[in-house]
């Protein structure tokens, strides 16, 4: 079968990549869409370490093939949206609602992939793009059919990630004032999920002016191309800065843009030994720096809730999607992505 693997040096589309049986409490999925996430991008500069060879991609949504012994929540021919989040379910983090936080789900890298009679390894449990991949019951959530699965494979990392963040770590709250510095695929899904909070004024700040009508769309009240005019529409600073770019200056950034009781949230990935640095002085007034874990989501919940949300108009998905490849032009879609063209592309198979 078909899939995009990393060598540890190169990028490459292969097409005799094998993938094992599912097993008990496990489920094959036939991959329809893929999202070209930067966190992919990060595994092939080196950014996220991983080992390899790997097969990259972690947002898709495809139809159940085949299920492991115990799976009942999922069938064959169900359509479904993949989460990373391959959490063990009894544990104590798990037990409190938050899987995020499983350690079973963090730096446990399986692989269920073959080539050559050689193992390869999954990205983020994951691995979306392939034809196939098997997931852990608990990833495949069951979506309505009329839901396109270019659209539903955004849910599984971006949405998550930036609306979850929103909504379940930030806890944005009707009137509150928003400042979201980057609007890629998850900067967009902050603005719309601050909206969708009803705060009052949301600020995007994005180095490309090719990005104001999309964060427009998706939400935002002011779009800037740097942080220098936000003192002027916040003149006390923001209620919320959320850093969706993984740069230590913009961090730094959002916590000065604070106002009193503000706190910033670090969505971005910079490299894994960065370090950022803030006045300690400014902290006491209340002040919070959170870092955020997959939007501090639990999957079977919120990826049912958003599609819901989807359907009855309250959530953009169709919106997010700006250009769909074959799987083969992968490289095409990774200069797109790494170029800023695309809030989104999406790998089809």
Do not use: W
Request: aromatic share 4%.
């Amino acid at each position: 079968m078909r899939a995009v693997l990393f060598d540890g040096k190169r990028v490459e589309v292969v097409d005799d990549l094998d993938v094992r049986d599912p097993g008990p409490g496990e489920v094959r999925v036939a991959i329809a869409a893929a999202g070209l996430c930067h966190s992919d991008l990060s595994v092939v500069d080196g950014t996220i370490p991983f080992p390899a060879p790997v097969v990259l991609g972690h947002e898709g949504a495809g139809v159940v093939e085949a299920v492991g012994a115990g799976v009942t929540h999922v069938a064959p021919g169900d359509h479904v949206a993949l989460s990373t989040l391959a959490n063990c379910g009894t544990c104590a983090q798990c037990d409190r609602g938050r899987p995020t936080m499983c350690r079973q789900a963090i730096g446990r890298p399986g692989r269920p992939f073959s080539r050559d009679g050689r193992p390869v390894y999954q990205f983020a449990s994951n691995s979306a793009f392939a034809e196939r991949t098997v997931v852990k019951a608990v990833q495949a959530v069951r979506i309505p059919d009329d839901i396109p699965l270019p659209s539903a494979a955004l849910i599984g990392c971006g949405v998550l990630t930036g609306v979850g963040a929103v909504l379940n770590r930030a806890k944005v709250d009707r009137g509150d004032s928003v400042l979201v510095i980057g609007t890629g695929g998850v900067g967009l899904n902050v603005i719309q999920g601050a909206r969708i909070a009803g705060a009052l004024r949301i600020v995007a700040v994005d180095a490309n002016p090719a990005k104001e009508a999309a964060a427009r769309q998706f939400g935002a009240t002011h779009f800037l191309t740097s942080t220098e005019g936000v003192k002027e529409i916040l003149p006390t600073g923001a209620d919320h800065a959320f850093e969706c770019v993984g740069r230590v200056e913009l961090i730094r950034q959002a916590v000065d843009l604070l106002d009193r009781h503000g706190q910033a949230v670090l969505l971005g990935v910079p490299p894994a030994t960065a370090e950022a640095s803030f006045l300690v002085s400014s902290m006491y007034l209340d002040k919070s720096i959170l870092g955020c874990r997959y939007g501090s989501s639990r999957p079977q919940r919120d990826i049912a809730l958003y599609a819901e949300m989807y359907r009855a108009g309250r959530l953009l998905l169709d919106e997010l999607v700006t250009a769909t490849y074959p799987v083969e032009d992968f490289e095409k879609a990774k200069a797109d992505a790494e170029a800023g063209r695309v809030a989104r592309g999406v790998l089809t198979f």
